[in-house]
């Protein structure tokens, strides 16, 4: 329990420096936090930070000689296998880190353009009939995804992507990642679903499936065989009837704070 001597002793011995410390624990927090939100990894991270908790919290409470040396020792350890699970998301942030500068870090993705260019490209891919994935990053790196495509780095128009998917162009097969409105690589290869369910569904539609399985990112989805234009989204695929109506969705997921709600919601519910 904490004494008010003590409190008194610690504020005496409150500097400068440990303000600054202090900040700068609060601000890799933070980062941490806001690079991590809405990812597979969070929620691994939040198991093992809630069962570290109950280790700490029995270990004093019962006074637990072996559970307290453990938790006392492997807070290192912990550090050390946090950096190997998340280097992933970690490379991603550095990445965006030296491409923009600080002010890129703090500053919410921008989607407008994304938006205009993926449904007017769906659009036309649609009644042409050329089969397309075309995957939306967000939170969740995907860099991984990204290695297994060809580097394009361009910036996003309907044009390219049209280009991209016209049949028998050398980058049409697989899918098309999009990072901060732009295309960064194309003939990517996507985790297929992993769903028994999904097995009757053709590898494009479950290749669609398969990301949005593992990740927070969007897919849109165009059928060669029937045209028809897919969102995929948390593993469930959604139909939409036209580009007016993907921009719809696409505007409720990626914009939420100024859209309205879609005609069709991207859960498979008509709302
Ligand atoms: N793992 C994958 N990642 C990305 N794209 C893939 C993957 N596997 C297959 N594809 C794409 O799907 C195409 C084959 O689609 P297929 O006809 O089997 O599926 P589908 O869902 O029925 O699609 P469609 O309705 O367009 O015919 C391939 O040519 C390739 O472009």
Do not use: K
């Not at 260019?117 to 769906?122: G, I, K």
């Not at 399985?213 to 139909?239: C, F, H």
């Amino acid at each position: 329990m904490l004494q008010p001597g003590h409190l008194r002793d610690v504020l005496e011995q409150f500097t400068f420096s440990s303000a600054v410390d202090v900040l700068l624990i609060a601000v890799l927090i933070y980062a941490a936090l806001r690079l991590l939100s809405g990812t597979r990894a969070m929620t691994q991270l939040r198991g093992v930070i809630a069962l570290f908790l109950v280790f700490v919290v029995l270990g004093r409470a019962l006074d637990l000689v072996v559970i307290n040396y453990l938790v006392e020792h492997s807070v290192t350890a912990l550090l050390v296998g946090a950096v190997i699970i998340f280097q992933p998301e970690i490379r991603r942030a550095l990445d965006r880190l030296g491409r923009t500068g600080l002010s890129g870090w703090f500053r919410t993705a921008e989607y407008g353009d994304v938006i205009d260019a993926v449904s007017r490209a769906a659009g036309r891919l649609s009644v042409a009939h050329h089969g397309a994935i075309i995957v939306i990053e967000r939170e969740t790196g995907l860099q991984d995804v990204i290695e297994t495509g060809v580097p394009v780095d361009a910036r996003v128009s309907p044009e390219l992507l049209t280009s991209i998917f016209f049949p028998n162009s050398p980058l049409h097969d697989m899918a098309v990642v999009i990072r901060d409105q732009r295309v960064v690589a194309a003939g990517c290869v996507l985790p297929l679903a992993s769903d028994p369910a999904d097995r009757n569904l053709g590898t494009r539609h479950r290749a669609a499936l398969g990301i949005t399985e593992a990740t927070d990112a969007l897919a849109v989805v165009v059928s060669e065989e029937t045209g028809e234009i897919s969102v995929a989204l948390n593993g469930r695929l959604t139909p939409v009837p036209d580009e007016r109506r993907l921009r719809a969705v696409l505007e409720w997921v990626l914009e939420p704070q100024t859209a309205e709600p879609p005609p069709v919601a991207p859960t498979g519910a008509r709302v």
